[in-house]
């Protein structure tokens, strides 16, 4: 079946500009989360969705973020007046059982650059 | 906070050879541990796990260790082809949690 998917796959904006990030998450996931991986790093937490529940958004940096999730599948991360600093990939992931065996499917991320 | 690390930020070895990755973690309460494969331009992806109630498991070609009294978690590749080249995350999550935490991850190099 198909994996998790996200779009755009790169995205170049200038600083200031708004961004939205997609994830189409593997059907049947209750659980998604969204990451930033920093050139070199590891994954940071940034929002966790789980079917009607309020987000856990422990995670994300700054009041310019922000995350939704329609219907209990699609979500979008949202970038306001982004700074270079927001430079990342961005990485979505779904998992069936998230609190216990806890795997999670990623997609293949979205790049964003901030000139 | 509590936090989980690599040992080895890059480690390189030459086809055939066997590849030990290792991650130390401090939370003494995690009891599910992950290992990631993320190559370039890629997410990362499973590939194996282990609960805390076992010390060794098997996959195909892959083997982890957890070794509770030291914290220590490695992940051993035999035979190591060009293609297990790319960046390898532990993770760790403490039962009734749902956010793992992530290594910051090394780099395997396979050279021909």
């Known amino acids: 079946g198909a994996g998790v998917s996200q779009s755009p796959s790169n995205k170049v904006t200038e600083k200031g500009k708004d961004v939205e990030l997609r994830c189409d998450p593997i059907?049947?996931?209750?659980?998604l989360y969204w990451y930033r991986q920093s050139l070199g790093q590891g994954l940071e937490f940034l929002i966790y969705f789980q079917g009607n529940s309020a987000p856990d958004k422990s995670g994300l940096p700054s009041d310019r973020f922000s995350a939704e999730r329609t219907g209990g599948s699609v979500s979008t991360l949202t970038i306001q007046r982004t700074q270079q600093e927001d430079s990342a990939v961005y990485l979505c992931a779904s998992s069936r059982d998230p609190v216990g065996k806890g795997e999670q499917y990623f997609g293949p991320g979205t790049r964003l650059t901030v000139t | 906070g509590e936090s989980v690390g690599l040992h080895l930020p890059t480690l390189s070895v030459q086809e055939g050879d066997n590849s030990i990755i290792n991650c130390a973690y401090s939370?003494?309460?995690?009891?599910?541990f992950i290992w990631y494969k993320q190559e370039s331009g890629k997410g990362p992806q499973f590939i194996i796990d282990?609960?805390?109630?076992?010390d060794k498991r098997q996959g195909q070609r892959v083997t982890v260790l957890l070794n509770k009294t030291v914290k220590h978690l490695s992940l051993q590749i035999a035979a190591t082809q060009p293609g297990d080249s790319a960046v390898y995350f532990c993770?760790?999550?403490?039962?009734?949690?749902?956010?793992?935490?992530f290594g910051r991850g090394t780099s395997l190099i396979v050279h021909p």
């Open positions: 059907s049947g996931h209750t659980a």
């Open positions: 282990i609960r805390s109630n076992m």
């Open positions: 993770a760790e999550k403490e039962g009734g949690s749902y956010i793992p935490t």
């Open positions: 939370n003494s309460a995690s009891d599910y």
